[in-house]
């Protein structure tokens, strides 16, 4: 997937690839700053989970999942939501 903005001196290109074998997600952005007639390119790599797997975790770290959220809104979580959010605590 490829986009593009501007915020104010700023050109972002972003690419994104996802490999479902390893379930990451590459990162590539382009920044050019037409200001100073600059670019710059930052990488990274995310490593995805979905809810079983976080679930897995949190348990094996002592924790006990409360409750989940489908974003950073605190959306009710569903099988489409983009993000997982996870409010856990230690087990007693």
Do not use: C
């Amino acid at each position: 997937m490829q986009s593009w903005r501007k915020i104010n001196n700023l050109i972002i290109l972003e690419e994104r690839k996802y490999n479902p074998k390893t379930k990451t997600m590459k990162v590539e952005l382009q920044i050019i700053d037409i200001k100073q007639k600059k670019t710059f390119s930052i990488f990274h790599l995310n490593r995805l989970y979905n809810f079983i797997e976080l679930k897995t975790m949190f348990n094996k770290a002592g924790l006990e999942v409360i409750k989940r959220y489908g974003g950073l809104r605190l959306k009710r979580f569903s099988k489409d939501a983009t993000r997982v959010v996870v409010l856990a605590e230690k087990r007693r």
